[in-house]
């Protein structure tokens, strides 16, 4: 069974902090060298012991469930999102980060305390990476009002360390200054940069209204309308948004509050992610059962960077596996509407 390092301080450990002597820096390395679904379930059996010890919510859940060894993904128990407002979801006391949830007027937050940034860093740059690019060689735009106002993102802190990366003077938070952005993507043009811009659903609507011209950017949709304009399925979004900017294609970002991984859509709507991530389909009648492949359920997501908090989470998500990856369905009925790139119809 896997632990954490001893919080004892010793000889040895003089130097180093509280986090760094609870961190396991071994299963860190493993969990990101996955390589294969072999790997991938070995990881996630020892990553279930190690949170069954450390994370007490979710030894109480599973404690109550009466599934403690699992032989298989399938039969760990995913514990439901809504934790995630009403309990603290982590297996130290310490942490790097305090993340919320993004809200409409009224409806309570969702709060994930991060034990390493480190961890979580990794996580999405490696990912973003391999799916969207190097960041150096790109300039990165963002339309995320609400997230920013708000604060405590984790999307506005991941975009804001893609910011970074990209080390161009051109790239930044635009909130919603239209001629701002149109500028600097012209600059980015001009350069000949790969320019990104990440937007919340209204925002980029909002934009397409404008009918400006971004036919070479890539546009990555995320968080939904949030109470500020009217729902729409996300083929809609995304064909207004074609319709406004000129882009042949919108990619969206599938990622939350709860999960320090992402995934990104590809041309035909499907979903990928990284080797440390995975996701199984629920029965909607039956949540300890699954679906076959093509058929709709609800969305569990395994996301193995989540070491210190809990992998193993039940969405509010539905949607199904295709060849090719996962593709998005909306939202159970009476869900909040809030992130994870979902349009309720």
């Known amino acids: 069974m896997l632990f954490c390092l001893n919080t004892n301080t010793t000889q040895s450990n003089w130097g180093k902090s509280n986090i760094d002597m609870e961190r396991n820096p071994l299963l860190e390395e493993r969990i990101f060298s996955i390589e294969n679904e072999a790997d991938f379930e070995k990881i996630a ?46 297996c130290s006391q310490y942490e790097d980060l305090l993340f ?54 984790s999307l506005v802190y ?69 109470g500020r304009r009217k729902e729409l399925s996300k083929e809609e979004v995304h064909a207004e948004i074609k319709k406004g900017t000129g882009v042949e294609f919108v990619s969206s970002e599938y990622g939350m509050t709860e999960l320090l991984s992402q995934g990104y859509s590809e041309r035909n709507g499907l979903f990928s992610f990284p080797n440390w991530m995975n996701v199984l389909i629920r029965d909607v009648n039956d949540p300890m059962s699954y679906t076959v ?15 210190y908090s809990c992998s193993f989470i039940a969405t509010q998500d539905l949607g199904k596996i295709e060849p090719g990856g996962l593709r998005l369905m909306g939202r159970f009925d009476l869900a909040d509407i809030r992130g994870c790139n979902l349009m309720v119809q």
């Open 45 to 90: 059996l020892e990553v279930f012991h190690f949170q069954k010890d450390k994370c007490s919510i979710y030894k109480d859940f599973i404690s109550t469930l009466g599934i403690t060894a699992p032989k298989n993904i399938s039969e760990i128990p995913f514990l439901p999102i809504s934790f995630f407002k009403t309990h603290r979801v982590s």
């Open 100 to 153: 919320k949830s993004s809200g409409t007027t009224g409806t309570e937050r969702s709060e994930h305390s991060v034990m390493s940034k480190d961890v979580y860093e990794r996580s999405f740059l490696s990912y973003y990476q391999k799916a969207i690019g190097s960041p150096k060689e790109q300039v990165i735009l963002a339309l995320l009002p609400n997230y920013v106002e708000q604060g405590n993102s």
């Open 158 to 226: 991941m975009v804001d360390k893609l910011i970074q990366e990209s080390e161009s003077p051109i790239s930044g938070f635009v909130l919603d200054r239209h001629d701002d952005l149109k500028l600097r993507y012209d600059q980015a043009v001009t350069q000949g940069k790969k320019v990104v811009t990440f937007g919340v659903s209204y925002a980029l609507l909002d934009l397409a209204e404008k009918s400006i011209d971004l036919s070479q950017a890539v546009i990555i949709e995320t968080g939904g309308m949030k």
């Open 293 to 307: 492949h093509g058929k709709t359920g609800g969305i569990n997501v395994i996301d193995l960077a989540n070491v």
